[in-house]
Structures are given as C-alpha cells and as structure tokens.
Nanobody
C-alpha cells in the first residue's frame, strides 16, 4: 500500500485548506485511514480517522467542528477539509493506513502504512 499526501501550504488564520491522500496498492474495503500531524519538537498526534466503508469516523477534540475527514471511493483518495485554521494547527500532516478498523485509532503504532507528509503553515 502506498500513500501520497498533498495539499499543504501557507494560509492565514481563519482560512481553509483541503489535504488529499491518494491510496494505491490496496483493496481498501475494511481499511482504517487516518490523518496525523507533527509540529516541531512535538510527538506525532492523531487528527482524525475513518473506516473506508464509511461506518466510522473519529476526531481529535481540538479539531472537532473545524475539520472534516472524508473519502472518495472512485478516486481512492482520502481528504481532510480544514476550516477556521489557527497557528496551533501548523504542522506536517501525514496520512496513514491499516487493513482494519481499530478501537485504538489514535495511536501511531496501530498503522502499517504512512505517506510522506505535507506541510501546513498557518500564519499572518
């Protein structure tokens, strides 16, 4: 399974960005996919996760109501729509995958496949 993240950039506070994660090499039907982020000097943390068949979605508390995770089955692409961005959202964002849903969806150790990361910078 290969993951390719894209869509990062520089945005002003209060702005929006949409990240994409193109997935190849897997069947996806029961996969769990997630977005993580890592700021300089900090540990990688969960942002949001979904099960590819659409039955489950989960969000880290600080992004609830601002970020939306979704996927396009035909394009085999996962998205992260990020609204009302603030400087604390500045990080490298990574997409990750595993072949089944897990109740421990927020743990980096649960995921077998990782994309290369895309930088999001929120600054005026």
């Amino acid at each position: 399974v290969q993951l390719q993240a894209s869509g990062g950039g520089l945005v002003q506070p209060g702005g929006s960005l949409r990240l994409s994660c193109a997935v190849s090499g897997g069947t996806l039907s029961n996969y769990a996919l997630a977005w993580f982020r890592q700021a300089p000097g900090k540990e990688r943390e969960i942002v949001a996760a979904l099960r590819w068949n659409g039955a489950r979605y989960a969000y880290e508390d600080s992004v609830k109501g601002r970020f939306t995770i979704s996927r396009d089955n035909a394009k085999k692409t996962m998205y992260l729509q990020m609204n009302s961005l603030n400087p604390e959202d500045t990080s490298v964002y990574y997409c990750a995958a595993r072949t089944s849903w897990t109740t421990n969806w927020g743990s980096t150790s649960e995921y077998d496949y990782w994309g290369q990361g895309t930088q999001v910078t929120v600054s005026s």
